[in-house]
Every structure is written in C-alpha cells, then in structure tokens.
T-cell receptor, first 113, second 118 residues
C-alpha cells in the first residue's frame, strides 16, 4: 500500500539556519503531495502542496518540489524563525477514488533564538 | 475563511462513560474524518464518512462509533470510555475530487480535543 516516510525528529536549529526535512513516499499512480504544519495546541493546517511531477509548492518561505524520479518531496526553508517551531507532516493523496490520505509520522522542529 | 470546529478543546471523563465528540464544518464538504494523535504514533484514522449517513472504518475503529445525520456534522462516540482512549482527537473534512475520492484536495482540520479518561 501507500506509505510516507519522514525523517525522525526533533530537528533543532538556531534562528536563520537553513532547514531541510526529508520526505519520501511509495504510491501507485500519480499522487498529490502535501506538507501540513501543526503549531502547539492546534490542529494541522495545509502549508503547501504539489499535484504533479516537478511542481514546486511554496508558502511562507517554505518550498518543496515533487520529484517523481526519487519519490521525494523534501521541505526546505532558507532562514527559519522561532515562530516556525512546530510539527511538520508530509502526506500524499492517491490518484483515483481514494478518500484517505496517507500521512508521515511528523517531524518536530525546534528553533532557538 | 473555511472552518472546522470541534466542540471542546479539553475534556475529562471517567472510565465507562459514553463520550460524544462533535465536529462541524462550514465548507459543504462531502468527506469528514476522525483521527487520534498520540506521541510517536502520528495520526491514526478512526472512521471517515464520504456522505450523510455513510461511514467507513479506518485503522483503529474498535471502541468507537460515529454518526453523520447532517452533511456538516460528524460525531465520534466512545461507547464505554477506557483509559487507553486518552488522546488528542482531530476532526478533518475535505471535498470530493472531480474523479471521486479526495483527489488533490487537502484536508481541513479542527483544533483538536484533548480527551483524558480517568
């Protein structure tokens, strides 16, 4: 079946450091890919998405590129802020008639001043 | 702005009680979902519904039931609460894609209910 693998956290960075959170997936067909963010005490919210190969999703300084050849969707940000401290989830939604997305287990990011 | 509202942020109940968690969405979405979130285990799907009065079991339905009498409301029921059901519960909704299923549509989540069973 479909699966999503994320790097385990926590990832601890200093403010203004470069961020990469790795995400790889296994799926049949051509899934859509998502990154969600969960701030402390809140639910998940969509950060960015990409629906086809080579698409780049971007939002709030975060970027991720849909790489079909490496089945990856790594999240990057050039300069993190303390306010980016949160849990990040990579997810895929399979093509066809599936209603249920597949989520990774989440990666906690802690940014120190 | 789109909104998924869960009735309680924090809830404390006793073992054996029947517990109701309510979720309402204002986006006219066809699909609604209940997850539980536990440290180290990520999100696990309990039940989902793709239409009024329709429901499907997710990965961990044991000890839970759901009700969807109206399109905007999806209720999770703990029939007889137990301590191992202490968790964060998240409700989500999504529209149906043009080819069925959720397609490339993201889910919209509520803020969660942190439930403690004593």
């Amino acid at each position: 079946g479909d699966s999503v693998t994320q790097m385990e956290g926590p990832v601890t960075l200093s403010e203004e450091a470069f961020l990469t959170i790795n995400c790889t997936y296994t799926a049949t067909g051509y899934p859509s890919l998502f990154w969600y963010v969960q701030y402390p005490g809140e639910g998940l919210q969509l950060l960015l998405k990409a629906t086809k190969a080579d698409d780049k999703g971007s939002n709030k300084g975060f970027e991720a590129t849909y790489r079909k050849e490496t089945t990856s969707f790594h999240l990057e940000k050039g300069s993190v802020q303390v306010s980016d401290s949160a849990v990040y989830f990579c997810a895929l939604s399979a093509s066809g008639g599936s209603y249920i997305p597949t989520f990774g287990r989440g990666t906690s990011l802690i940014v120190h001043p | 702005d789109v909104k998924v509202t869960q009735s309680s942020r924090y809830l404390v109940k006793r073992t054996g009680e029947k517990v109701f968690l309510e979720c309402v969405q204002d986006m006219d979405h066809e699909n609604m979902f209940w997850y539980r979130q536990d440290p180290g285990l990520g999100l696990r799907l309990i039940y989902f519904s793709y239409d009024v009065k329709m429901k499907e079991k997710g990965d961990i339905p044991e000890g839970y039931s759901v009700s969807r009498e109206k399109k905007e409301r999806f209720s999770l029921i703990l029939e007889s609460a137990s301590t191992n059901q202490t968790s964060m519960y998240l409700c989500a909704s999504s529209p149906t894609g043009v080819r069925g299923g959720s397609g490339n549509q993201p889910q919209h989540f509520g803020d969660g209910t942190r439930l403690s069973i004593l």
